[in-house]
């Protein structure tokens, strides 16, 4: 009885190492997910930013023209 209880002592110890070593590396997947989510959605946020930053300064631009040619 007690050759069974070191032999189930030393499977359980090792099947708990495999699942906790599976559950860190699912969760370490996840974890890489959201990072590339969160990295993309503020690609997306910068490139916007850009665009309306370029906009803004063509309609200043056209502003400024229009005002110098009222001006003459």
């Given at each position: 009885m007690?050759?069974?209880?070191?032999?189930?002592?030393?499977w359980?110890?090792?099947?708990?190492?495999?699942?906790?070593?599976?559950?860190?590396?699912?969760t370490?997947?996840?974890?890489?997910?959201?990072?590339?989510?969160?990295?993309?959605?503020?690609i997306?946020?910068?490139?916007?930013g850009?665009?309306?930053?370029?906009?803004?300064?063509?309609?200043r631009?056209?502003?400024?023209?229009?005002?110098?040619?009222?001006?003459?």
């Amino acid at each position: 009885m007690l050759a069974f209880f070191n032999a189930a002592g030393r499977w359980g110890g090792i099947l708990t190492i495999i699942a906790l070593v599976i559950t860190l590396l699912t969760t370490l997947i996840k974890f890489v997910a959201f990072l590339m989510t969160a990295i993309k959605i503020m690609i997306i946020l910068m490139f916007v930013g850009v665009m309306l930053v370029i906009i803004l300064s063509i309609l200043r631009g056209r502003r400024a023209r229009r005002r110098e040619a009222e001006e003459l």
